[in-house]
């Protein structure tokens, strides 16, 4: 079983809604990523997310789009997310670590050395942006390797397509919530909810829903019928500006440790 | 790779150029996609939308545009004849509008109000603003801030034309910023609006859809050339920056194997210098925007900044037919440095009486690389994509000219 799978077993078992936060590898401060990663957990992350910075993110808003740029222009690279990665699995072997991003970076690393690595530093999954079901050949190397691939879904996502992804679907299915880029607001819960149900009891695995998530609010919002809940934007922009381990780890706590009660208290 | 018999098999079902090409976007993205290659495959099928499309291009656009042998240009370089393919004589001066009126009548069949687009030197904005008007459609054109502030003229072109002109900010504040900003609009608005790629770049169907309302270059040029002189030509030539111009004239030729097909990237002030935007014979293999392709990354892979004297070329990706032409050996790709197609550019204004844009340039400088390897009795077909109106500021600015 892998690392997500026992994770989302034992949130299933003990009742609970799972927590999801998603950085940019390298921003605030590409010295401080393991120790943020840390502190995303102490403030009751399941699963994080780690975005590996990429000069052309299409499908992201301008908030992550500018963490982005502000890791690369610091020099951050896939072996740095990698090496952060291995640094995290040091104190920590229980909390699974998916990479989030784009295909360009693997691709020139190379699918074969990157499945290798990624393993190696205990990534547990990949979810590439621009990799959607049909082009999932190319990936071949890094499931091999024994990641997972994490796929998305969304409310544009045809019937016969959703289907598929939910016969696909490993470690979690992650359901965008809205049929836009990352970090915008607009949200009917009542829709998201009806199409969650829907997608649950069709998938063979949990599903996480995410895109537009910024507070405790929405948060338990989306928590009353999801299986765990992703938080991206809102973090990342909370995070920026800050210089020392202590501010980001504060800041982490501060955010999230509301989210993390009103998911409980759902 | 299998030596290929019919290059007009692709791209498969997939949208795929054999290893390149493709659907390389979000989910969001998949079910617009999805309809508008459903809507295209059916409407190019349609003898009523082929017919609406033949007219405008007739009597709004002007075709066919001519072959035009220039023949003191020939004489000069001393070797092969040197014919143009006269795409800048089009309405709005460039092969661009072949492409956006095409989709705009797409667009409108599909009952989409909205148009968007982006643009680098601001030729595809205004092939786009054009035909919105010309269609009573809304216009939105997405442009890099460091191009609005270089492209003043374009800019101010599209305003007139009834577009809003939305300034990009982010990374590199050019193309392929633009082009993030455009995706990410569609994404958001796909209910009302229709996105116009200007190149036959993007995920699938636009490669193939911007290729197909192109091909009309080359199925001119090659009836134009058995009529008139009886034979094909040698070699034929084209600028490639995301690869429109050049899909447009060789797709007619491509299962004629006797005729070479060269493409000329822009190689800036030269590859080895590392300012340059030869994707293709200095780049690798990679993913952007929505297809794969031969992309300019670093080892991180993160897409680096391109270098042209001509905005057109300045794209670090290009067409993923054109990289599945270079790695089939069907089509060469060389590049082409500004100096070079200065060079051309002066040289093709003083012998023939034509201003040729600085993409095309490009082409020309090639032309006259390849007239000079050939027989005086060999013929290059050279694709003169757009004239150089648009150009003579920034032609002056570099020449150290006060306009």
Not at chain 1, 11 to 28: E, N, Q, S, W, Y
Not at chain 2, 249 to 274: K, Q, S
Request: hydrophobic share 45%; glycine share 12%; with cysteine.
């Amino acid at each position: 079983m892998s690392r997500i799978d026992k994770r989302f077993a034992a949130l299933k078992a003990a009742g609970r809604t799972g927590l999801i936060p998603f950085v940019t590898a390298g921003d605030p401060m590409p010295e401080h990523v393991v120790s943020l990663m840390h502190a995303l957990v102490d403030a009751g992350a399941d699963v994080i997310e780690l975005g590996v910075p990429f000069s052309d993110p299409m499908a992201d808003g301008p908030v992550i789009q500018h963490a982005s740029e502000r890791a690369i222009a610091k020099g951050v690279g896939l072996a740095d997310v990698l090496g952060w990665v291995a640094e995290f699995r040091q104190r920590d072997q229980a909390t699974p670590v998916v990479l989030m991003g784009y295909l360009n970076p693997v691709e020139i690393r190379g699918f074969e050395r990157f499945g290798a690595e990624a393993v190696a530093a205990g990534v547990d999954g990949v979810l590439l942006v621009d990799c959607p079901l049909e082009e999932a050949q190319v990936l071949a190397p890094l499931r091999g390797a024994g990641l997972q691939q994490i796929l998305l879904a969304a409310p544009t996502t045809a019937p016969a397509r959703m289907a598929q992804l939910c016969e696909a679907a490993e470690g979690f299915l992650y359901y965008v919530s809205f049929a836009g880029i990352t970090g915008a607001g607009r949200l009917s819960t009542q829709d998201i909810a009806a199409r969650v149900a829907d997608i649950r009891q069709h998938a063979k695995a949990p599903v996480a829903v995410g895109f537009g998530v910024k507070d405790a609010q929405s948060a338990k919002a989306i928590g009353a019928f999801a299986d765990a809940v992703v938080i991206g934007s809102a973090l990342v922009e909370r995070l920026d500006g800050a210089v020392t381990a202590q501010d980001i780890a504060g800041r982490v706590g501060e955010f999230l440790g509301p989210i993390r009660a009103a998911l409980d208290a759902g | 790779m299998p030596k290929i018999q019919d290059f007009h098999l692709w791209p498969d079902v997939h949208g795929r150029f054999g290893d390149f090409g493709g659907q390389y976007v979000a989910e969001t993205l998949m079910a617009p996609l999805a309809e508008l290659t459903e809507a295209y495959l059916r409407l190019r099928e349609d003898p009523d939308f082929l017919r609406e499309l033949d007219r405008d291009l007739t009597h709004y656009v002007g075709r066919p545009s001519p072959i035009y042998h220039a023949e003191r240009l020939s004489r000069h370089v001393g070797g092969a004849r040197i014919l143009l393919k006269r795409e800048d004589l089009n309405h709005t001066g460039a092969h661009k509008i072949n492409n956006t009126i095409g989709q705009a009548l797409v667009a409108k069949r599909m009952g989409k109000p909205r148009i968007i687009a982006e643009t680098g030197a601001g030729q595809h904005g205004v092939a786009t603003a054009t035909v919105a008007a010309r269609f009573g459609l809304k216009c939105v054109v997405y442009m890099g801030a460091v191009d609005i502030e270089r492209q003043k003229i374009n800019v101010y072109r599209m305003k007139l034309l009834g577009a809003e002109v939305v300034p990009v900010t982010s990374g590199s504040k050019t193309l392929k910023d633009a082009l993030n900003e455009a995706m990410r609009d569609w994404v958001t608005n796909v209910a009302d609006t229709f996105y116009i790629i200007g190149t036959v770049a993007g995920p699938h169907p636009y490669p193939m859809m911007v290729r197909d309302f192109n091909a009309i270059v080359g199925r001119e040029a090659r009836a134009q050339m058995l009529e008139q002189y009886g034979r094909l030509p040698d070699v034929l030539t084209a600028c490639v920056g995301g690869g429109s111009n050049a899909i447009g004239l060789f797709h007619e030729f491509l299962n004629d194997g006797g005729v070479r097909l060269v493409g000329a990237e822009a190689a800036g002030e030269g590859i080895a210098t590392g300012h340059h935007a030869a994707s293709l014979a200095a780049g690798r293999p990679g993913v952007l925007h929505g297809n794969r392709t031969y992309v300019l990354c670093d080892d991180n892979g993160q897409i680096i900044e391109t270098h042209s004297v001509s905005a057109g070329l300045d794209y670090p990706g290009v067409g993923p037919e054109h990289a599945f032409l270079k790695d089939a050996g069907r089509a060469e790709y060389v590049g082409v440095t500004d100096d070079e197609a200065l060079e051309a550019f002066h040289l093709l204004a003083r012998t023939e009486g034509i201003l040729a844009a600085l993409e095309s340039s490009h082409a020309v400088a090639q032309a006259l690389k390849l007239a000079r390897e050939l027989p005086k009795d060999g013929i290059v077909l050279c694709n003169l994509s757009g004239r150089g109106d648009k150009d003579v500021h920034t032609i002056a600015a570099r020449e150290g000219v006060e306009v």
